[in-house]
Structures are given as structure tokens and as C-alpha cells.
Nanobody, 119 residues
Framework: QVQLVESGGGLVQAGGSLRLSCAASRSIFSINAMGWYRQAPGKQGELVANMTSGDSTNYADSVKGRFTISRDNAKNTVYLQMNSLKPEDTAVYYC?????????????WGQGTQVTVSS
């Protein structure tokens, strides 16, 4: 079981920056991958960025060059640094953790944090 607690969302003007944090309830060394998803009103949820335990990263095309995912192992925390924000980045952002147990892939989710970018 993994509990995830997000923080750092808010309201920002276009071109601004925000940093989201996701604190895990256990060592992130034991988690196979962590990442961020987002869902905007009326749109399908999408992967924003993720990072495997081996430090491989993956980004949505729409955020490449603007967002950076990173982690602090000592704090069991994953971050999403978001720069050059655009109104289309407005969404609820969810932290995700993936843990393989035997042959079963388990997903855990945070409660979500709202990011609103004004034009």
C-alpha cells in the first residue's frame, strides 16, 4: 500500500512557474515508477511525466522542455517543476505510483491538486 499526498498547486499567470510535490508513505526505492497525470474539465486524463526506479523519464509532448520531473529519495518525494505555464496546462494534477506485486501491476493515486493558469 502507498499513500500519496500532493501539494503545490495554485493559480498562476501564463508564463509563470509552479512546483508540485508528491510525498509517498514509503521509500520510493520500493516503488517501480512515479509520475504525474492531469485531467482538465471535459477532457481525457493524460500522462504528464513519469520516472522509473531506474531514473528513466517520460514526458508528454505538450510539456517537453517546460516541465521537469525529479525526486528526493531521502524525503520519499517526487516533484514536478512546471515552467512557462500556459492556460492549457490548467487541470487537476494527480500523483501516481506503480508497484509490481508478483505479476500484478498496482496503481496508487493522490487526491489531486488544482493548477490554474490565467491568460
Amino acid at each position: 500500500q502507498v499513500q500519496l499526498v500532493e501539494s503545490g498547486g495554485g493559480l498562476v499567470q501564463a508564463g509563470g512557474s509552479l512546483r508540485l510535490s508528491c510525498a509517498a508513505s514509503r521509500s520510493i526505492f520500493s516503488i517501480n515508477a512515479m509520475g504525474w497525470y492531469r485531467q482538465a474539465p471535459g477532457k481525457q486524463g493524460e500522462l504528464v511525466a513519469n520516472m522509473t526506479s531506474g531514473d528513466s523519464t517520460n514526458y508528454a509532448d505538450s510539456v517537453k522542455g517546460r516541465f521537469t520531473i525529479s525526486r528526493d529519495n531521502a524525503k520519499n518525494t517526487v516533484y514536478l517543476q512546471m515552467n512557462s505555464l500556459k492556460p492549457e496546462d490548467t487541470a487537476v494534477y494527480y500523483c501516481n505510483a506503480v508497484v509490481w506485486v508478483s505479476l500484478t501491476k498496482k496503481h496508487y493515486w493522490g487526491q489531486g491538486t488544482q493548477v490554474t493558469v490565467s491568460s
